[in-house]
């Protein structure tokens, strides 16, 4: 397997958008590296760049320690599955999965083997036969994946392989990726507007925003301790709710004040927030860190809020709360239990160890 270096890549369209816009970023050998962002932030062609399938404007691409810049795709020793999964319909499954390696003029009885092999790892030996407009999508996405697999090359590369499934059978096929990872320990590069996919199966995560790179990290890291605003937003589901208010100091505390209601800040974040005491800032805190006060014993009455709650949906094993302070709204991620009126108030208690701090004009990451 390779290792995937990129040095200040780049891809200027002749329309004059920039695509990308000085990408470095290294993948390392056996590595599962996500690339997440919302459409149009240059994910996609950074891998087609690493495949081949695009030129790059400006920079540099490695595999496996070759300079494959001027390097066609055929050589490149890369597999690529795509979001279409690029199935030819008159093909069975079988043929499908062989034809790349007829075309490299492989000896038939080695084509058998590596089809059976990779049907065997992907549980599809029973639709060998079966033309592919016969099968559905997550049989075809199998075959593409296992299209791939024959070829053993150095680098996998998926470009949203799982966006025209369904939400069932994309867990599924999720989990089936990422065991697929583990069993052939193959570098693989995946791409991805989902980040339940990016955190879930990622070693690492490289957020991506008007082809920037913005962090790059595991994914509890980036969940964390996000750089900037906009990949604490992008990471996590439900978003991490917003507001913006004044850092206040007051008989030797410093609070946040949003305009409708006050939270204190934790000790262990003065250093670092106490330059801001007057100005404007956003505050960030995710929906599993704040509590209903009714099931939180000796709530901090500081770090307590009282708020409209507009809307409630069960999930089964937990409730969102869609609430609102008079300025701003936020999500609250309760347990199944909490029942909150509609359209009447409710005392929330906030974990302000948990909180996040962002610079009203960078938007970096304060806290």
């Given at each position: 397997m390779a290792q995937v270096i990129l040095k200040n890549v780049s891809k200027r369209f002749a329309s004059g958008v920039k695509a990308v816009n000085n990408v470095s970023l290294g993948v390392e050998n056996k590595e599962f590296m996500v690339l997440v962002g919302p459409s149009g932030c240059g994910k996609s062609t950074t891998l087609r760049m690493i495949a081949g399938l695009e030129k790059t404007s400006a920079g540099d691409?490695?595999?496996?320690?070759?300079?494959?810049?001027?390097?066609?795709?055929?050589?490149?020793?890369?597999a690529m599955v795509f979001q279409n999964y690029a199935l030819y319909p008159h093909m069975t499954a079988f043929e499908n999965m062989a034809f790349g390696?007829?075309?490299?003029?492989?000896?038939?009885?080695?084509?058998?083997?590596?089809?059976?092999?990779?049907?065997?790892?992907?549980?599809?030996?029973?639709?060998?036969?079966r033309?592919?407009?016969?099968?559905?999508?997550?049989?075809?996405?199998?075959v593409a994946v296992g299209r791939a697999i024959v070829r053993k090359p150095s680098v996998f590369l998926f470009d949203e392989p799982l966006s025209n499934?369904?939400?069932?059978?994309?867990?599924?096929?999720?989990?089936?990726?990422?065991?697929?990872?583990?069993?052939?320990?193959?570098?693989?590069?995946?791409?991805?507007?989902?980040?339940?996919?990016?955190?879930?199966?990622?070693?690492?995560?490289a957020v991506m925003k008007d082809g920037v790179l913005q962090q790059i990290d595991d994914p509890i890291a980036i969940y964390d301790r996000p750089r900037n605003k906009f990949v604490a937003g992008f990471i996590g589901s439900p978003p991490m709710n917003f507001?913006?208010?004044?850092?206040?100091?007051?008989?030797?505390?410093?609070?946040?004040?949003?305009?409708?209601?006050?939270?204190?800040?934790?000790?262990?974040?003065?250093?670092?927030?106490?330059?801001?005491?007057?100005?404007?800032?956003?505050?960030?805190?995710?929906?599993?860190?704040?509590y209903d006060k009714l099931f939180v014993s000796e709530a901090p009455p500081e770090n307590t809020v009282t708020v409209n709650c507009e809307v409630f949906e069960p999930m089964g094993s937990e409730v969102y709360l869609y609430l609102n302070t008079g300025r701003h709204t936020f999500i609250a991620r309760v347990g199944a239990h909490d029942r909150?009126?509609?359209?009447?108030?409710?005392?929330l208690v906030f974990d302000m160890s948990k909180a996040h701090f962002f610079d009203k004009d960078s938007e970096e990451a304060i806290v």
């Amino acid at each position: 397997m390779a290792q995937v270096i990129l040095k200040n890549v780049s891809k200027r369209f002749a329309s004059g958008v920039k695509a990308v816009n000085n990408v470095s970023l290294g993948v390392e050998n056996k590595e599962f590296m996500v690339l997440v962002g919302p459409s149009g932030c240059g994910k996609s062609t950074t891998l087609r760049m690493i495949a081949g399938l695009e030129k790059t404007s400006a920079g540099d691409i490695y595999i496996g320690g070759k300079l494959v810049n001027d390097m066609p795709a055929k050589d490149r020793d890369i597999a690529m599955v795509f979001q279409n999964y690029a199935l030819y319909p008159h093909m069975t499954a079988f043929e499908n999965m062989a034809f790349g390696l007829q075309l490299r003029r492989y000896p038939k009885g080695e084509i058998i083997r590596r089809v059976n092999e990779a049907a065997e790892v992907l549980g599809i030996r029973h639709i060998l036969g079966r033309r592919s407009r016969e099968l559905s999508g997550g049989e075809r996405q199998r075959v593409a994946v296992g299209r791939a697999i024959v070829r053993k090359p150095s680098v996998f590369l998926f470009d949203e392989p799982l966006s025209n499934l369904d939400a069932k059978l994309r867990v599924q096929m999720r989990t089936e990726i990422h065991k697929l990872h583990i069993r052939l320990q193959t570098t693989i590069i995946y791409v991805t507007h989902d980040q339940t996919e990016a955190m879930t199966m990622g070693d690492r995560i490289a957020v991506m925003k008007d082809g920037v790179l913005q962090q790059i990290d595991d994914p509890i890291a980036i969940y964390d301790r996000p750089r900037n605003k906009f990949v604490a937003g992008f990471i996590g589901s439900p978003p991490m709710n917003f507001m913006d208010g004044v850092i206040i100091r007051k008989e030797g505390r410093i609070y946040f004040d949003e305009g409708k209601i006050r939270v204190k800040i934790v000790e262990d974040m003065h250093n670092r927030i106490a330059s801001y005491v007057g100005r404007q800032v956003s505050f960030g805190i995710r929906s599993e860190d704040i509590y209903d006060k009714l099931f939180v014993s000796e709530a901090p009455p500081e770090n307590t809020v009282t708020v409209n709650c507009e809307v409630f949906e069960p999930m089964g094993s937990e409730v969102y709360l869609y609430l609102n302070t008079g300025r701003h709204t936020f999500i609250a991620r309760v347990g199944a239990h909490d029942r909150p009126q509609v359209n009447q108030d409710i005392e929330l208690v906030f974990d302000m160890s948990k909180a996040h701090f962002f610079d009203k004009d960078s938007e970096e990451a304060i806290v």
